[in-house]
């Protein structure tokens, strides 16, 4: 069962399935990212499996003009080790409730363009795809 990231310790310890899809992040500095990004509605499920965590899912819920209340999924990733084994599946049928339960209208997220394994992943739990997410880089990381 997900449960939300709410101490340091446990937004530290997903930080390793994370740094799977953000490859990017460096430990040291993700505690005080994610606590930034929690002030801006952010927030972490993650699923333990002895003691360890195998899936993560960052979320927030907002509102705007396109989707009215919906749920973004920022983020989402099964360990490498236990990949199609139900983790991912169950963080999304979790995360359409926490949806359902907060009013939202739509559960919403973005996948890159190289990730076919994800996208049919998304296809099969009923997902579609609705349009194109442009991106400008402003500056480098």
Known sequence: MPRIAQTDEEIENCFEVISQLRPHLKAAEFLSLVRQMESEGYRIAYIEQDGMVVAVAGYRISTNFHLGKNLYVNDLVTS??????????????????????????????????????????????????????????????
């Open 80 to 141: 490498s080790s236990v990949r199609s084994m139900g983790y991912g599946k169950e963080l999304i049928n979790w995360l359409r409730d926490e949806a359902k339960s907060a009013g939202c209208r739509f559960l919403d997220l973005d996948s890159g363009t190289q990730r076919d394994r994800a996208h049919k992943f998304y296809f099969r739990l009923g997902f579609t795809i609705t349009g194109f997410h442009f991106s400008e880089g402003l500056s480098d990381f």
